[in-house]
């Protein structure tokens, strides 16, 4: 779900919309959260619910645009290959990969 700001050129406040969800839908799993947007993984609720109860608030939560789909297959075999591995949701990069520089400091010129 995409968040609008209350007003124009403030950040939009995502608590309102995550204590929401998470009292609306007991075990959800929040998936991304950016700037303005929130995903959730919903798996106790049937998807007209969910559409019902979204619409329902959407004014309230300043909910500007939301979507509500079923998990892919594809979805289905990340989420199992990462159980699988151990691996993190959470990827860190390299710093240089990141864009950071380096800046070398010859020894001599370190001091204790």
């Known amino acids: 779900m995409k968040i609008r700001a209350a007003k124009a050129g403030t950040v939009p406040d995502l608590n309102p919309a995550e204590a929401f969800m998470e009292n609306t839908f007991p075990g959800c799993v929040q998936r991304e959260k950016h700037y303005n947007t929130l995903q959730y993984e919903v798996a106790s609720s049937s998807l007209t619910r969910i559409f019902q109860v979204v619409l329902t608030n959407k004014e309230k ?12 297959l594809d979805q289905v ?25 380096w800046n070398r400091v010859m020894p001599e010129k370190l001091t204790t």
């Not at 989420?79 to 860190?92: M, R």
């Open 61 to 72: 939560l300043n909910i500007e645009d939301y979507s509500v789909t079923q998990t892919t």
């Open 77 to 101: 075999f990340v989420n199992f290959a990462k159980q699988q591995s151990g691996e993190e949701d959470t990827i860190v990069l390299h710093p240089r990969a990141a864009g950071a520089r």
